[in-house]
């Protein structure tokens, strides 16, 4: 009872953080055992790296949550330019995987870390700050949109050279965010035919000079998701979830029960929402998808009782993220777009992302208790003056 005292903010997204954590060790555990056997003799070997993994999640969690969150506003700003140079550092000196360099090893602990994951959130900070501050002059294009559409897009750049699904998460959901604190839509509609031409000419000057990069494995990707022949081998991965789906049926075949996640690459982090499905059913799927959604819901109500702006833009577009990030990967799996390699926030197995996910969800729930404690200021302000 003493250790409850010291959680604050909206006991549902608790709630719902407690019921993704163990969902996440039930998908992770079962997805996992066969590759956790094969490298280390030992089926749990994944099961207790992720509980480790969401131990460490959810101290971040908890010392984000208990910090103020009018202090986000101006560390956003001073973070800012740490985030650009951690991204330039990680293209030059990062580690490579399939000819990208997005990750970086943190000495010590074995554990790889994402910058970009890091940079989505600071910019969504940012974004909020500056939307806050400059309320009575969101028309002037100069002095308000030009720096807040400057860093959003120098930070999706830099992303886009090694991550285009995250680049362009981060982007789309600034843009929303931007909408939602009522820049004028003719801005971002130029900066949305700005971004496409600027895109597209980093693909022809990558393909003309023969760069080697992310472009020739963005495009093979969007010809094989059109590609709808069945026997093609580099749709392996998403006919093998589509199995799984198939099989999982309403209520699936039960917890551990999964065939597919011996055939299905990347089970237990990419493609884990197919898994999911195979073995708790279509009600399973619909019931991760209604833990997101409620997440964005009961930020939404923030949002409504917030009085200041920064506080509700920066909850709404963490929220956004999270769920935004859900949808790609649900959309992944069930094959509605691309393979894009994001994960299942605090579900899929994986340090960087369960570590950043949860930073977010401390900061919205940093949030929820201090809007509360602003409409009380309120009030009490209010009760003196008509005394």
């Given at each position: 009872?003493r ?34 056997y ?16 969401l ?9 984000s949550?208990?910090?103020?969150y ?17 991204l ?23 554990i ?25 002059f ?10 807040l ?17 995250t ?9 929303i965010?931007?909408?939602?604190g ?17 895109f ?30 069945n ?30 996640k ?25 019931f ?5 959604l ?8 923030m ?55 949860s ?29």
């Amino acid at each position: 009872m003493r250790t409850i005292k010291y959680i604050k903010g909206d006991r549902v997204i608790w709630i719902v953080v407690v019921l993704l954590a163990v969902i996440s060790l039930l998908a992770v555990y079962s997805s996992s055992q066969s590759l956790a056997y094969g490298s280390t003799n030992s089926t749990v070997y994944y099961l207790f790296k992720q509980i480790v993994i969401l131990f460490v999640g959810f101290m971040f969690l908890f010392l984000s949550h208990i910090v103020p969150y009018h202090y986000y506003s101006k560390l956003s700003q001073i973070l800012l330019y740490f985030v650009v140079i951690l991204l330039i550092f990680t293209l030059i000196a990062g580690r490579e995987v399939n000819s990208a360099r997005r990750a970086i090893n943190i000495p010590g602990i074995g554990i790889t870390m994402q910058p970009s994951d890091f940079a989505k959130i600071i910019v969504i900070m940012y974004v909020a700050r500056i939307l806050s501050l400059r309320q009575d002059f969101l028309n002037n294009f100069k002095e308000t949109y030009l720096p807040l559409i400057t860093w959003v897009g120098l930070v999706s750049f830099l992303i886009l050279i090694a991550n285009f699904s995250t680049a362009a998460l981060l982007f789309g959901t600034s843009l929303i965010l931007m909408f939602i604190g009522r820049i004028p839509i003719r801005f971002l509609l130029l900066t949305i035919v700005g971004a496409a031409l600027i895109f597209f000419l980093f693909i022809q000057v990558m393909n003309f000079f023969e760069i080697e990069g992310r472009a020739g494995t963005w495009q093979n990707r969007v010809e094989n998701f059109w590609n709808k022949d069945n026997e093609s081998v580099k749709n392996y991965q998403i006919n093998r979830a589509k199995v799984a789906i198939v099989n999982g049926g309403l209520i699936g075949k039960g917890p551990g029960n999964s065939l597919q996640k011996e055939k299905l690459p990347q089970a237990n982090s990419d493609f884990i929402y197919a898994i999911i499905i195979e073995e708790y059913g279509l009600a399973g799927g619909i019931f991760i998808l209604f833990l997101y959604l409620w997440i964005l819901f009961r930020t939404a109500l923030m949002v409504r009782k917030s009085v200041r702006t920064f506080p509700a833009m920066l909850a709404i577009g963490l929220s956004l993220l999270i769920v935004f990030q859900a949808l790609i990967n649900m959309g992944v799996a069930v094959n509605l777009i691309p393979v894009t390699g994001q994960p299942l926030p605090y579900i899929s197995s994986g340090g960087s992302s369960v570590f950043f996910t949860s930073i977010s969800l401390g900061v919205i729930l940093s949030v929820s208790w201090g809007i509360e404690a602003d409409r009380e200021e309120l009030l009490e302000t209010e009760e003196v003056e008509e005394r």
